[in-house]
């Protein structure tokens, strides 16, 4: 069965360093999401993207943040200058349409030391 | 503005016993989708059950059934017979229907945490 897949399971890095947190898409699927999840709570939207470009952005998606979309495959988020506040589970997903429900991968855990 | 509340955090039941897990949400939409997904202790996020807003037929499946009430605005999650397995973390989402904008961006309730012991 298809699944997105993202890596790595678990980064850890030192705040002030950018990460590159990696997702492989479902391949037929055009729509794709970052979520955050920060320990204990509940799970919140951070960015959509299609056709190459941002579809919408939350509050939390500030200008530490970017996506893009490299090749036909990946998806990847990107976190310029990492606060501790940002440690968090970090998920990506993928639609087909806007209107179907959307597949999770496994997250990735970015912890902030 | 959306919004989904899980006014359950925690509920413990002993195997065998029915639970049913509360959601209730807002929306100007008229067209919208409301979603469970499951993330039991290993963290990942395990896709349930979809609705749309225009379909409040119950559902079932297996030990699961869904009771979806436009009128109060909920969209309950009843797990029968529960076993050890159904321990985990049960959220409830929605996301508006159409195109464009926030369509297809998911709002999580807080989830509530379900502890099935043998």
């Known amino acids: 069965e298809p699944e997105v897949t993202q890596t790595p399971s678990h980064q850890v890095t030192q705040m002030g360093q950018e990460v590159i947190l990696r997702c492989v898409p479902i391949?037929?699927?055009?729509?794709f999401y970052w979520y955050r999840q920060i320990l204990g709570q509940k799970v919140e939207f951070l960015v959509s993207f299609y056709n190459n470009e941002i579809s919408e952005k939350s509050e939390i998606f500030d200008d530490q943040f970017s996506v893009e979309r490299p090749d036909g495959s990946n998806f990847t988020l990107k976190i310029r200058s990492t606060k501790l506040e940002d440690s968090a589970m970090y998920f990506c997903a993928s639609n087909w349409d806007l209107n179907t429900e959307a597949f999770f991968g496994q997250g990735t855990r970015l912890t902030v030391v | 503005a959306q919004k989904v509340t899980q006014a359950q955090t925690e509920i413990s039941v002993v195997e065998k016993e029915d639970v049913t897990l509360d959601c209730v949400y807002e929306?100007?939409?008229?067209?919208?989708?409301l979603f469970w997904y499951k993330q039991p202790p290993s963290g990942e996020l395990v896709f349930l059950i979809r609705?749309?807003?225009?379909?409040?037929q119950n559902e079932i499946s297996g030990r699961y059934s869904w009771n979806f009430q436009k009128s109060t605005s909920s969209f309950n999650f009843t797990i029968t017979a529960s076993q050890v397995v159904d321990s985990a973390v049960y959220f409830c989402a929605l996301s508006a229907g159409g195109y464009g904008g926030s369509q297809g961006n998911l709002i999580f309730g807080k989830g509530t945490k379900l502890s099935v012991k043998p």
């Open positions: 609705r749309n807003s225009f379909d409040e």
């Open positions: 391949s037929n699927h055009l729509y």
């Open positions: 929306t100007r939409d008229t067209t919208y989708y």
